[in-house]
């Protein structure tokens, strides 16, 4: 007479899934970029000639967002700086202050493709005034538009 | 000591691969989760006149090579182009360019200064569409136009 096979524990083979997900995470870990976010949500205007440039190549940057409140039910325009909502003065305040710290800042400028000029005839003029010099005019670097 | 014959007793030595499973994922959740794929973006740099500093907005004499200036249309996304006081005989950016193109050729320096000015209820796209058109006729050397004096009225 037999004795009854001994209970065989069945597991399920891992090997495949761990080499799917190290794949998807060496891919993840490469193309993450974790900096301090200091670029919003803007509707870009559009510039066929507009460079692609390395973050490195603006030199000392400072990034100045303004977004076109109409488009969020409100009126005006709100200015963003890393992600902080500020008004034109504290701006213009902070402007100052860069210029101070960094002689050579470049003021970056992302404003909705829709917004009306003054608002960044505005902060063009506080960089005139703050002794800034270089402006940098984000845009996508794509057909621009027929007016 | 004894061996049977024929029977080798065949051992499988695997790591547990559960617990590393459990830990790759959490870090994969994070970078999934942390991972914003960023459209890439241009710039067009521009420069003020060294002539201005702190304490500025000085008036300065700036004899441009081109004057570019955009008024607003009302009713209308768009602007109108004026160039050297001239209005364009078709008002594109496009035809802009073209009319850009054709004073570079005749000699116009490349390197001189494009003044651009625009009325504060222009949009924006419209300003950029105009420096854009510099560039892609080979002027380099924008710069725009504004009076310190004008206090704007921003909300």
């Known amino acids: 007479m037999h004795s009854p096979p001994a209970p065989t524990s069945v597991t399920i083979n891992l090997a495949a899934m761990v080499d799917v997900t190290m794949c998807l995470l060496i891919f993840f870990m490469l193309t993450t970029e974790m900096v301090k976010s200091e670029n919003s949500l803007i509707d870009l205007p559009l ?18 967002n303004i977004r076109d409140a109409r488009l969020s039910g409100g009126s005006g325009a709100t200015y963003l700086v890393q992600e902080k909502e500020t008004t034109l003065a504290g701006l213009l305040e902070r402007l100052q202050a860069e210029r101070s710290a960094r ?11 829709g ?12 960089c005139a005034k703050a002794g800034v010099k270089k402006i940098t005019f984000s845009a996508l670097p794509r057909g621009g538009e027929a007016p | 000591m004894t061996q049977r014959r024929g029977f ?29 794929f960023s459209v890439s973006e241009g ?24 004057q570019i200036a ?32 054709q004073r570079r ?11 651009i000015g625009a009325e504060p209820g222009v949009a924006y796209q419209n300003v950029v569409s105009a420096m854009d058109a510099c560039v892609r006729s080979g002027f380099g050397n924008i710069q725009f136009s504004v009076n310190p004096d004008v206090q704007i009225d921003v909300d």
């Open chain 1, 47 to 64: 510039a066929s000639a507009a460079k692609r440039v390395e973050k490195k190549d603006l030199g000392d940057r400072f990034v100045i």
């Open chain 1, 103 to 113: 002689a050579e800042v470049n003021c970056v400028i992302r404003a909705d493709r």
């Open chain 2, 43 to 66: 710039v067009l740099p521009s420069e003020l006149p060294s002539q201005i500093g702190p304490g500025g907005s000085a008036q300065v004499a700036i004899v441009p090579t081109v």
């Open chain 2, 8 to 36: 080798s007793p065949t051992l499988f030595y695997a790591p547990n691969l559960a617990s590393m499973v459990d830990v790759v994922m959490v870090i994969l959740i994070f970078f999934m989760l942390g991972t914003s």
């Open chain 2, 105 to 115: 050729e005749a000699g116009a320096d490349p390197n001189g200064r494009i003044l």
């Open chain 2, 70 to 101: 955009l008024f607003e249309q009302p009713e209308s996304p768009g602007c109108r182009i004026i160039i050297m006081d001239h209005e364009l005989a078709e008002n594109s950016f496009a035809a802009l360019a073209a009319l850009l193109v």
């Open chain 1, 115 to 126: 917004l009306p000029y003054k608002y960044v005839q505005a902060v063009m003029l506080g």
